[in-house]
Each structure stands twice: as structure tokens, then as C-alpha cells.
């Protein structure tokens, strides 16, 4: 089945400073790419998506670059303010899988 | 509209009692996914409902029982749960099975005694 990798662990950033978290996927039949945010207490909200047919889609101060050779996706976040403080997961999926596979979670903290 | 909703928010059972979770989405979707989530872990799936069938049982002990009623609501049912079953209990959907969209709820946080 899927494996997803995902570091760092824990990041800090200061405010105003870029934040960037990697993810590497084992199955090259995974076409999708979502990233959550998961504040404490709280479920998880998506973030950003992307699919295997694009290599980069953006919204604000969030990007997501994906390169299907080397199997791996990252998540950007420029002008960090305090608030993207939480934890973010990638996760992968695709057709004959069902499932969405996570990965282990960042602790981003900005620091002010 | 994304959301989905669950309740209660907060649950404390024993470990003899019988409590159900509640999720209900009106986005028109036709998945929907219950999932435990531990501290500081991804989110781990437990069942997948398409169609209102069960599609996926991620091999879930029996007292977790789950239940589809229509296509806007998703039950999970609980009974002579263990201490080690406290955790967060997510309800997801999306508009199909597969490689679509997730849209999580914001969890029932479970605590057995």
C-alpha cells in the first residue's frame, strides 16, 4: 500500500519569515495531494490540493509544488504570521486506492 | 457550504455503556469516513461508507459499530468500549469514494473510563 513520508516534525518560523514542509509518497499510481491544517482541538481543514497533471497551484500566501519523477510534494507558506501556527498533514491517494493516506503531521509554530 | 457537523463534542463513558457519535453532511456527497485520532497522530481510518454501503472496514473491533441511515448522516455506535479507545473521532466525506476531497468534521473528543 501507500507510504507517506513527511518532515520536518516540528518546524519554527519566525513571523514573516517562509515555512516549507516535505512530503515523499511511495505509489506512482497516487494522483491526488491535499494538505490539512489542524489547530488544537479541531478537525482537520483542507488547505490546498493538487493533482498528478499539475506541478504547482497556488492560493495567497500557500503553494504546493509537486514532482511526479521523484514522487514527493511540498507544502509553501511565505509572510508566515502568527495564526498558520498548528500542525499540517500531507496525504496522498489515487485510483485503486481508496484511502487516503496520511502523513506523520509538522508542528509549524510561528514565532513573533 | 463545507461543512460537516458531529456530536456531541465532548463524550465520557464507562466502559459498560452504549453512546453513539453523530455526523451529518448536506453537501450532497455520497462518501462519508469515520476515523480515531490520537494524540499527536495522523488521522487513522476506520470505515468508509459509498452509497450508503459499507465500502471499507479497516478491520475495526466489533464494539465499534457504524451505520449509514441515509446519505446525509453517518452513525457510529459504541459499546463496552476500552480505556485505549479514547481518542478523537473524526466523520469525513466527499462527494465520491476515491480521489476526491475530503472534508472533515470537527471531531467528538472520547474520553472511557
Known amino acids: 500500500g501507500e507510504n507517506v513520508e513527511q518532515h520536518p516534525s516540528t518546524l519554527s518560523v519566525q513571523e514573516g519569515d517562509s515555512a516549507v514542509i516535505k512530503c515523499t509518497y511511495s505509489d506512482s499510481a497516487s494522483n491526488y495531494f491535499p494538505w490539512y491544517k489542524q489547530e488544537l482541538g479541531k478537525g482537520p481543514q483542507l488547505i490546498i490540493d493538487i493533482r498528478s497533471n499539475v506541478g504547482e497551484k497556488k492560493d495567497q500566501r500557500i503553494a504546493v509544488t509537486l514532482n511526479k519523477t521523484a514522487k514527493h510534494f511540498s507544502l509553501h507558506i511565505t509572510e508566515t504570521q502568527p495564526e498558520d501556527s498548528a500542525v499540517y498533514f500531507c496525504?496522498?491517494?489515487?485510483?485503486?486506492?481508496?484511502?487516503?493516506?496520511f502523513g506523520t503531521g509538522t508542528r509549524l509554530t510561528i514565532i513573533p | 457550504d463545507t461543512e460537516v457537523t458531529q456530536t456531541p463534542k465532548h463524550l465520557v463513558m464507562g466502559m459498560t455503556n452504549k453512546k453513539s457519535l453523530k455526523c451529518e453532511q448536506h453537501?450532497?456527497?455520497?462518501?462519508m469516513y469515520w476515523y480515531k485520532q490520537k494524540a499527536k497522530k495522523p488521522p487513522e481510518l476506520m470505515f468508509v461508507y459509498s452509497y450508503e454501503k459499507l465500502s471499507i472496514n479497516e478491520s475495526v473491533p466489533s464494539r465499534f459499530s457504524p451505520e449509514c441511515p441515509n446519505s446525509s448522516l453517518l452513525n457510529l455506535h459504541l459499546h463496552a468500549l476500552q480505556p485505549e479507545d479514547s481518542a478523537l473521532y473524526l466523520c469525513?466525506?466527499?462527494?465520491?469514494?476515491?480521489?476526491?476531497?475530503?472534508?472533515f468534521g470537527p471531531g467528538t473528543r472520547l474520553l472511557v473510563l
Open positions: 453537501m450532497g456527497h455520497r462518501a
Open positions: 469525513a466525506s466527499s462527494l465520491i469514494e476515491g480521489s476526491e476531497t475530503q472534508y
Open positions: 496525504a496522498a491517494s489515487g485510483f485503486g486506492n481508496e484511502k487516503l493516506t
